[in-house]
């Protein structure tokens, strides 16, 4: 069992804001994460595969097509966007990492299920370079 | 004659709009960048300053003192906040890095010309790891 | 269960040194590291706690209560200090990186435990950027 | 169990190239990766081993002889060399970084056993900074 | 005048080696980087340009019209491809890059003095982390 | 014109102290970097020569020679060292990273000379990270 790994980045809005609270409630827990105006951040999305190695190619799985999936079904939906306001699968949630990165596996998981044998092993999410998540699934 | 340089970052929110254009102008020369909703970046800046260094102290600048203005002037400003909305030095500009570096400078410039015979000589700032903007005062 | 991570950073001198055994074995074993007069670095700190995130928030654990634990245990005692001489949690230690991040694992579980239901998982830490210890508590 | 890391680098040559393919073949799978006249790569290399460290050093591991083993058995083999026709343990096999990441487990593996307690825990290879395999022996 | 950078790269093999000196002879000058199946490289290259912000755009340059020339112009000629083998403009001519920095400024010149009124500045190029040159076209 | 850099690193404790001031007068000026019993970093240095390439090596300077003179006459000199107490041209001065590459210019430009025809352009010295000098010999 080989893990892969592929490094996408994007560039988005986004803001911290429970709607069920007060703006006071909000000030209060998220700080200037609740920014009324927004701010927003450089992410950077690793995305890691496992499987075995294909005899014919020494590929867990071609890289471009790993690479074409993250675009595809992430990076289009998410680059130079607000994620509170401009993504679909975020809509009625919170937009923290925490939240995103487990619909990012979702996204993943359901678009590389029909394409390879390798499956989805870890997906990390920087907001910055000193805070990042990591999901596995369960 | 030696340079010092100081790192510091945030985080912020911004749009490239020229609010003399239309919309679809703005569209076709902004591309995403001029998304409504906002986008946002990790902003990394570098103030360097230019001296000789004090016998008493070795320093050209207390870097203590250098990094308390640039929060002060800069970061405060700037942090978890809306380029285009929030900030009041950049009011009827383009949130471009090229006028966000000149305005940088411009403010530094002034905030630390009381404090210390060392000079200002470069501000640079990255937008992401791939572009960056570099002033020097003329 | 997702996992969050924060980085934080200090600089310390120290030495390694087993004071049961002569200067010559000490040299012979950890060579330049054994300098009588000390040597530093810039340390890199990563934390990772784990937890199911907060309806009402998207939180594993609130980042800024993590990193203030981080400074107020850790950093604080660590930063521009001597980790021989200097920190009372390593007296009669080996100041070694391998039983520096146990230390700090039992400092930080101690202080979360009561402040979160988030659990520690891993304590990275870089010594140099090719060098790095992980520990998860067993 | 403490896990300690060596990062090394090398710089190398290869083409992902099936010899049992058609030119035609190669093209369609590996596309710029099969050039006939190689293309090169500055490779990351991070050994992880894992041991409880020895209470009269506080090392799990001497990094120092891991460093040298690494280099003896990896880095003189790999450096400035051309992946596919210069590295003996690399002949008749794909030059993809998953079947290298394994060959390197097994040849750090036999080196390691007989000098340390220590256990090998994980080989990570960066091809590029945004492409990375993982292997962990099985 | 402001300084915009934009940063691209590009993997491809090399060889220092000079036609007209024996085997003997390169081996002792350029040791291993004169391996006869070549070695390779992550190169990183970094563009700068310099003139005055438009003041309807904010912009010295479009940054993806600057990403799209190096992109035609340099990255498509050397990215997967053998730099003494594949490269038309550094045909005879020694594979360092020192002369391949002062080749990228002769193509980016020409190609850029066209489209824009800012000039071209300097040019870096990354062999790798720890050797880089530049070149300011004089 | 080209110009050439190798970065090279070591680790070393110092500590910012002015022997002719009271202990207090010292902590007031320096904070936590006049510690009593030092503190650390891994400093990063980059070298930069500049002159034309050779034609018959495409070199500004053979970067072996350069890396080597940089090991001998500074790192050996330096790393796991302590500046204040170990380092021979460094007695009698502040040990701040200003003075210290003031100190590395007059070594390496006197140990070039004799060399090559290149001359010494810039060095840079990494204290962190997010602090840094430059010096270019006036």
Do not use: E, L, R
């Given at each position: 069992m080989v893990y892969i790994s592929r490094k996408e980045h994007f560039n988005a809005a986004h803001r911290l804001f429970?709607?069920?609270?007060s703006e006071e409630r909000n000030k209060e827990v998220f700080?200037?994460?609740?920014?009324?105006n927004w701010h927003g951040h450089n992410f950077e999305l690793i995305v890691t595969v496992k499987g075995e190695p294909d005899p014919?190619?020494?590929?867990?799985?071609d890289l471009k097509v790993l690479g074409d999936v993250i675009k595809r079904e992430i990076i289009e939906q998410l680059?130079?966007?607000?994620?509170n306001l401009d993504v679909p699968f975020m809509?009625?949630?919170?937009?923290?990492c925490e939240i995103l990165v487990i619909e990012i596996w979702r996204l993943l998981d359901q678009a590389l299920s029909p394409l390879t044998e390798a499956r989805l092993h870890q997906i990390r999410l920087y907001e910055t370079e000193r805070n990042f998540v990591d999901y596995y699934g369960e």
């Open positions: 429970n709607p069920n609270w700080g200037p994460c609740a920014n009324h014919d190619t020494g590929f867990v799985i680059d130079h966007k607000n994620i809509q009625g949630k919170m937009a923290s």
